[in-house]
């Protein structure tokens, strides 16, 4: 039976429901009705899903597949923020020098040309859809991150990917062109003829086929297939996963980001510490209060990614410890607080943070999905 997520389930559900969270207001229930008729279907309803839905045109019927309730995905989790060169002296050639830089001549330099190139206009259009980045004296703020040779990650707080999704994901549910569905696993691609014609879903017990001339797969990260991964569990590669199945060449797999840092709590899940922190000035240091991470690249904290993270490696295997501190003294309090405020109340849960003091950090690199 076709899906039909009813639009006009939708619309009533938004007009009585002012109160409700905007995730709440994603359709629950199962199949309705006969129907169908999608121009685009999308798989994946974080950032990535959301965005592509507003921006897709505004009389195409959008069908927007999420196998979690809508509010949560790993963009909700993201934490330091996003970067853009859009900061007086900064420029795109910076950025794009910075990036290439950073990747070590593996990045492809059309791709990059093209995200640093067209950023500072998704951020303006995030801007005006009503993302509340931080601001001093009315201007976006912006804090300096591994590899970038300027201050421009816009942020909101540390909680600037939960300040993005809530946004668009109020925006898409205000959309009558667009019917979000949540809880609907989508296990399978519908070929025909060697053509994508829509895709198979599950929700509750019944498999229904969706047809649509269009499929986008933006199911996000696949951190969970990693033994140490800061990743909600939802972050299972399945957009890969169905491409594969329908017979995509797949490339690149060995790219997944690696995070630095995270909070080392036995037996609990890796909470990211965000680069930011190091950003703002923090320093990692080893048992003994030294700095080791100068020992490894002249950037310290500051070195790419990759290069901290192999920075702990070698330092844990010398050193013979399991885990490194990031110490907060060097940041004022006040700055701390109001920086970081989710990272602290996480902390302080766990008393590892007390002001101003060391907490300490995962004794591996983070594997899966970190943070830009
Ligand atoms: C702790 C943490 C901190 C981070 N900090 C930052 C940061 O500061 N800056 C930054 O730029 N990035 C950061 N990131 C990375 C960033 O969050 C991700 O790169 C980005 O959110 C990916 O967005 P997405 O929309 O592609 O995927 P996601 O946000 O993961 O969304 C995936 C969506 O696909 C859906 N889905 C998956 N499989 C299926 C299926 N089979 N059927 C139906 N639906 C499916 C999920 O339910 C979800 O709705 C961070 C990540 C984490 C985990």
Not at 52 to 76: D, Q
Not at 136 to 160: F, K, N, Q
Not at 167 to 180: D, F, H, S
Not at 258 to 274: E, K, Q, R, Y
């Amino acid at each position: 039976m076709p899906v039909d997520c009813s639009l006009q389930q939708k619309r009533s559900e938004n007009d009585g429901g002012g109160e409700r969270a905007a995730e709440d207001r994603a359709m629950e229930e199962g199949v309705v009705g006969e129907g169908g008729g999608w121009d685009a279907v999308i798989v994946g309803a974080g950032a990535a899903g959301l965005y592509t839905a507003l921006c897709l045109p505004a009389e195409w019927k959008v069908l927007l597949l999420t196998k979690e309730a809508l509010n949560l995905s790993a963009s909700g989790w993201a934490q330091g923020g996003i970067a853009a060169a859009i900061a007086p002296g900064d420029s795109s050639m910076l950025h794009v020098a910075d990036t290439l830089k950073a990747g070590a001549g593996l990045c492809e330099p059309q791709a990059v040309e093209f995200l640093v190139e067209h950023a500072p206009d998704c951020i303006a259009s995030l801007v005006e859809l009503g993302v509340a980045f931080d601001r001093i004296a009315g201007e976006l703020a912006m804090t300096r991150e591994a590899a970038h040779s300027r201050p421009r990650v816009l942020h909101a707080a540390d909680r600037t990917g939960k300040a993005v999704v809530t946004t668009l994901a109020e925006q898409a549910l205000q959309r009558p062109n667009i019917q979000v569905c949540s809880r609907a696993f989508v296990l399978r691609l519908w070929l025909e003829q060697g053509c994508c014609r829509g895709v198979g879903v599950m929700r509750g017990n019944a498999l229904d086929w969706v047809r649509s001339p269009r499929v986008i797969l933006a199911a996000g990260g696949g951190g969970q297939v990693f033994s140490h991964t800061t990743n909600p569990t939802l972050s299972t590669g399945d957009g890969v996963a169905l491409a594969h199945q329908a017979g995509a060449q797949l490339r690149d797999l060995e790219f997944f980001q690696f995070h630095p840092t995270a909070l080392m709590v036995p037996g609990a899940p890796c909470f990211l510490i965000s680069e930011a922190v190091r950003g703002e000035g923090a320093h990692l240091v080893d048992d003994a209060g030294d700095r080791f991470t100068l020992q490894y690249h002249p950037d310290g904290e500051l070195a790419p990614r990759d290069v901290v993270s192999r920075a702990i490696f070698q330092h844990l295997q010398k050193t013979g410890r399991d885990h490194v501190w990031l110490d907060l003294r060097p940041i004022p309090e006040a700055q701390v607080r109001y920086r970081f405020p989710n990272i602290i109340r996480v902390c302080q849960n766990g008393e590892w943070i007390c002001f101003l003091g060391l907490f300490p950090s995962l004794r591996l690199p983070t594997t899966g999905w970190g943070e830009w």
